[in-house]
């Protein structure tokens, strides 16, 4: 072929590949287009379904099951009611020549009234409602000193039934934060049976040993308050 025949023939070669090209690109174009629109429509539909269900995504507030709140309210007032009970042994401790079990009562005190703010607070974090009732009246007199810390150990194994009940009722309700709030009681509450325990275990060994009540006492007395560790910087 001559020159000029040669260049036509390249030509038409370049148009045949060009409009080749055109094609398969118009043909994708045309494949993507309805699949950004499917798109669109698959989010708009699932913006209406939230719509329709009442999700608000950007304002969610978690709250207390009904049943959870009102066992945990109860718990307070029954934390607040230990507090009192402690208290009014402290008050037989210091009137019966016992300042240092009075001293030790007196601590007891402050730790559960940290109890019934540790519920309190939490109450208030999951934007539930704390009702506090009145506390039933605690009793004031007994016989002698065994007696007085065998009602304590009485009263704790009892305390110990109280939370073991509110946790079976956050695990029913599937209320799992509330479930795991309360296993710090629950390993309180080993460390309150055992320490009563141990003192009654003393007083019994020691009956009526002056000297050695005496030491039992100054012992007992030097104990101090430390804020429960779920209160820290609260």
């Not at 699949?35 to 939230?50: K, W």
């Not at 704790?156 to 309360?182: C, F, G, H, P, R």
């Not at 003393?202 to 007395?221: A, F, H, P, R, S």
Request: net charge negative.
């Amino acid at each position: 072929l001559g020159i000029a025949a040669q260049t036509e023939c390249r030509a038409e070669l370049a148009r045949a590949m060009l409009n080749r090209w055109s094609s398969e690109r118009r043909a994708e174009l045309a494949r993507a287009i309805p699949s950004r629109d499917r798109g669109r429509r698959s989010q708009s539909e699932a913006s209406n379904r939230r719509s329709q269900l009442g999700f608000n995504y950007l304002n969610i507030t978690i709250m207390l099951n009904k049943k959870v709140e009102e066992a945990i309210n109860a718990q307070i007032n029954a934390e607040m009611w230990s507090a009192y009970l402690y208290l009014s042994m402290s008050a037989w401790c210091h009137a019966n020549g016992n300042p240092g079990f009075g001293k030790w009562f007196e601590v007891q005190f402050q730790e559960e009234q940290d109890h019934a703010k540790i519920l309190f607070n939490y109450v208030i974090s999951r934007a539930g409602k704390v009702e506090l009732k009145a506390i039933d009246e605690v009793p004031t007199q007994w016989n002698k000193l065994l007696d007085v810390l065998e009602n304590t150990l009485a009263h704790e194994q009892k305390v110990t039934s109280l939370i073991n009940n509110l946790y079976a009722i956050a695990e029913e309700e599937k209320d799992y934060a509330t479930a795991s709030m309360l296993k710090w009681f629950i390993d309180e509450q080993v460390e309150e049976e055992e320490t009563a325990q141990g003192i009654i275990d003393n007083l019994k060994m020691i009956k009526d040993n002056g000297y050695g009540l005496y030491m039992l006492d100054k012992e007992l007395g030097a104990r101090t308050y430390s804020q429960a560790s779920p209160l820290a910087g609260k």
